[in-house]
């Protein structure tokens, strides 16, 4: 764990991040705050203790929303911690046989538009799933229990790719890429749609190269580090031959941001990736960040809603990107945006996490609907796909007559 130690050893164990932390905050564990895990996993990398199950279940209960490191005064580089010692215990820790292979082809799947759309149509076929439920097998392999909240979230059955070129529609003021993502091409793929429409509509080329795969953010998530890095090579030799014509690379998903904006540090080490990484990630930007910076070329129309919005943690924590998404619902007229308590505080989807750590999600969730319904508001908002979807079926379960969305949906909706 090459830097391990310097970065942990930044922490001067205020406690500024506990009442940051959601685990901490739901169970006052000490093993299970930020500070906590810090010091396992320093005292794990100086052989003061060994690597455990004590350390293993407390950094696979981390849901890495990095809220720690908002609040931290220290700087700590929480993030990278956790996905270094993520990495290590993939590497070395031997989990139930069944169970490591169910994590690993869970996360794989995730990354392949085109299997997760024909594996989520053909699992509607099995009793379990006509329920809305994951299969019971699986939810035993990763999680423990059979009793997972978690849903096989709609799908079209197939993955919904966007043409290579979409030309601006007035004037031409720059060209951007586009990330058309694993999971949003096959649940989510109306919001890459409206997506382009807004850059569009703003005078922006956008390109979609179809061969541009998975970017790796799930598997450096979950500590499967070598594969992220083979995802990010690919990456940047799909998108190579376009690099230098895109002013900027937009991103609609908040986990797969982050991590994009971090190829540079995951790259650093190789010599033929390292500078074309660095290069690429100076030119990622958030949807919202990209729109705010170069201003709306077209005036929005007004809609008559009251929307709240929810911080996604990688957008929020990660990317340091709050006021934007905000500002961008607030250029549309007669909009009334009704701030949410809690509005950075985790949701439990963090990932894979509500399928490995269902109980602890579902907590966080029960939350989040809570603090939702108490706006009174009739939209939320949020930017990543893991959000909307574990959102969607807190809204569902407690019948709540309020719409899930991007806000870059509702953006597209007033300048139709």
């Not at 406690?15 to 705050?33: I, K, M, N, V, Y």
């Not at 540090?265 to 290069?279: F, K, V």
Request: charged fraction near 25%.
């Amino acid at each position: 764990m090459d830097g391990v130690e310097e970065k942990t050893l930044k922490c001067i164990r205020c406690g500024f991040c506990l009442d940051a932390c959601p685990t901490f905050r739901l169970t006052g564990q000490e093993t299970l705050s930020p500070r906590g895990r810090i010091y396992l996993v320093r005292s794990w990398h100086e052989g003061v203790i060994p690597l455990n199950e004590e350390v293993v279940e407390a950094l696979d209960t981390c849901l890495g929303c990095r809220a720690c490191e908002t609040a931290c005064p220290s700087g700590v580089e929480y993030g990278a911690i956790l996905e270094m010692a993520r990495a290590e215990i993939e590497a070395n820790h031997k989990r139930p046989r069944l169970q490591g292979m169910a994590r690993k082809q869970l996360v794989d799947l995730l990354a392949n538009p085109k299997r997760l759309a024909l594996s989520l149509k053909a699992g509607r076929l099995l009793p379990s799933a006509r329920q809305g439920r994951l299969p019971g097998f699986a939810a035993k392999l990763l999680s423990g229990t059979t009793d997972t909240p978690v849903r096989l979230p709609r799908s079209h059955g197939k993955a919904v790719p966007l043409p290579e070129r979409s030309p601006a529609v007035g004037e031409k003021r720059y060209t951007v890429g586009m990330l058309t993502g694993c999971v949003m091409q096959v649940l989510f793929g109306d919001i890459n749609s409206a997506t382009v429409r807004v850059l569009q509509k703003n005078g922006c080329e956008v390109l979609a190269p179809s061969r541009l795969g998975c970017c790796g953010a799930l598997h450096l998530h979950v500590g499967l580090l070598e594969e992220a890095r083979r995802y990010a090579q690919a990456f940047l030799d799909a998108l190579s031959p376009f690099l230098e014509e895109m002013d900027a690379f937009v991103v609609n998903s908040a986990g797969c941001g982050s991590t994009l904006k971090e190829y540079a540090e995951l790259l650093h080490h190789d010599p033929a990736y390292a500078e074309r990484a660095h290069r690429f990630a100076e030119k990622v930007r958030d949807v919202s960040e990209w729109l705010m910076e170069i201003g709306l070329s077209t005036r929005p129309n007004p809609l008559s809603l009251t929307v709240t919005y929810h911080d996604a943690c990688h957008l929020a924590h990660a990317q340091r990107i709050r006021s934007q998404p905000r500002a961008l619902l607030q250029t549309i007229p007669e909009l009334k945006l009704v701030e949410l308590e809690e509005a950075d505080t985790c949701c439990g989807s963090a990932g894979v996490y509500n399928i490995t750590q269902p109980e602890m999600a579902k907590r966080l969730l029960d939350r989040k609907i809570e603090n939702i319904r108490a706006t009174g508001a009739s939209y939320v908002a949020t930017g990543n796909p893991g959000c909307l979807a574990w959102i969607e079926q807190g809204v569902e379960d407690a019948k709540l007559a309020i719409k899930v969305c991007h806000p870059v949906e509702l953006l597209d909706r007033a300048l139709s």
